[in-house]
T-cell receptor
Framework: AQSVTQPDIHITVSEGASLELRCNYS??????LFWYVQSPGQGLQLLLK??????LVQGIKGFEAEFKRSQSSFNLRKPSVHWSDAAEYFCAVGAPAAGNKLTFGGGTRVLVKP | GAVVSQHPSRVICKSGTSVKIECRSL??????MFWYRQFPKQSLMLMATSNEGSKATYEQGVEKDKFLINHASLTLSTLTVTSAHPEDSSFYICSASRGPETGELFFGEGSRLTVL
């Protein structure tokens, strides 16, 4: 069974500073990996995804993530954070063999200081 | 494309009543739909997987008699919370898949259930 760990529950970053959110996964085969963002009381918005190929993937809103198979990681980064990036971020691993069932990490809440 | 719509977005009901939440894929056919539950400030927990025309597969610990899932067509799945109690209050989110080869799920906006 797949699992996802997001070690950081909260991260506070100053506006304009860089941001990195950690994600480690466990899956028996080549995973599908995703990062979603959720604003309070809202649904999920897909930031980016990795299926195969280039291990550095670009997403929306200036986010990128790098798949490192040797470390079972898929960390999310943004060079310069905007106040609007304050939200909850979820990493997820997909299981193609199970109809794309997604397993989510616990989430990381990002707070942005002015 | 790939829009998933949930209805209602918010519902308040009395304890003991049943509530139905609909999940529709608006512009594609969803071979599989998933229902997730999210408690405040927590992650999404998968409740069940539903395939069109067949019984839903529930995750361990989810009461199938309390959370009835029906996937009657390739564009509609419903979750009915039967005999709701305050502890059922939560944010319920559905997602839909166009097929395993696509790799991606599309999420609805979520439905917040409050049971008084």
């Amino acid at each position: 069974a797949q699992s996802v760990t997001q070690p950081d529950i909260h991260i506070t970053v100053s506006e304009g500073a860089s941001l990195e959110l950690r994600c480690n996964y466990s899956y028996g085969a080549t995973p599908y990996l995703f990062w979603y963002v959720q604003s309070p009381g809202q649904g999920l918005q897909l930031l980016l995804k990795y299926f195969s190929g280039d291990t550095l993937v670009q997403g929306i809103k200036g986010f990128e993530a790098e798949f490192k198979r040797s470390q079972s990681s898929f960390n999310l980064r943004k060079p310069s954070v905007h106040w609007s990036d304050a939200a909850e971020y979820f990493c997820a691993v997909g299981a193609p063999a199970a109809g794309n069932k997604l397993t989510f990490g616990g989430g990381t809440r990002v707070l942005v200081k002015p | 494309g790939a829009v998933v719509s949930q209805h209602p977005s918010r519902v308040i009901c009395k304890s003991g009543t049943s509530v139905k939440i609909e999940c529709r894929s608006l512009d594609f056919q969803a071979t599989t739909m998933f229902w997730y539950r999210q408690f405040p400030k927590q992650s999404l927990m998968l409740m069940a997987t539903s395939n069109e025309g067949s019984k839903a597969t529930y995750e361990q610990g989810v009461e199938k008699d309390k959370f009835l899932i029906n996937h009657a067509s390739l564009t509609l799945s419903t979750l009915t919370v039967t005999s709701a109690h305050p502890e059922d209050s939560s944010f319920y989110i559905c997602s839909a898949s166009r097929g395993p080869e696509t790799g991606e799920l599309f999420f609805g906006e979520g439905s917040r259930l409050t049971v008084l």
